[in-house]
């Protein structure tokens, strides 16, 4: 295997976006706009979940539920540890 290879999967940001990719190559993308837009935002949610180690399906249930019952989404925000809440943001 070439080295080239082996430092394009080393990166980070690479790695993030493989998923992305492979599943844009096995299905020919999306056929609309629309469409092209909703895989787009449920990429970055997974692969942001995922990079948090959250659990996708429990925060899609609570993203759903929150929408029917006229709430705020929960937040896909890295969320915070009770050690960091008191730490102000300069430190």
Request: proline fraction near 7%; aromatic fraction near 6%.
């Amino acid at each position: 295997m070439p080295s080239a290879f082996l430092a394009q999967r080393d990166n980070a940001a690479e790695r993030a976006i493989h998923p992305a990719v492979l599943w844009r190559r096995t299905s020919f993308g999306s056929q609309s706009e629309g469409g092209s837009v909703f895989v787009a935002r449920m990429l970055t949610v997974v692969t942001s979940l995922r990079s948090q180690n959250r659990n996708v399906l429990d925060f899609m249930i609570e993203a759903i539920k929150a929408s029917r019952q006229g709430n705020s989404p929960p937040s896909i925000l890295p969320q915070s540890s009770s050690s960091n809440e008191s730490m102000p943001l300069g430190a």
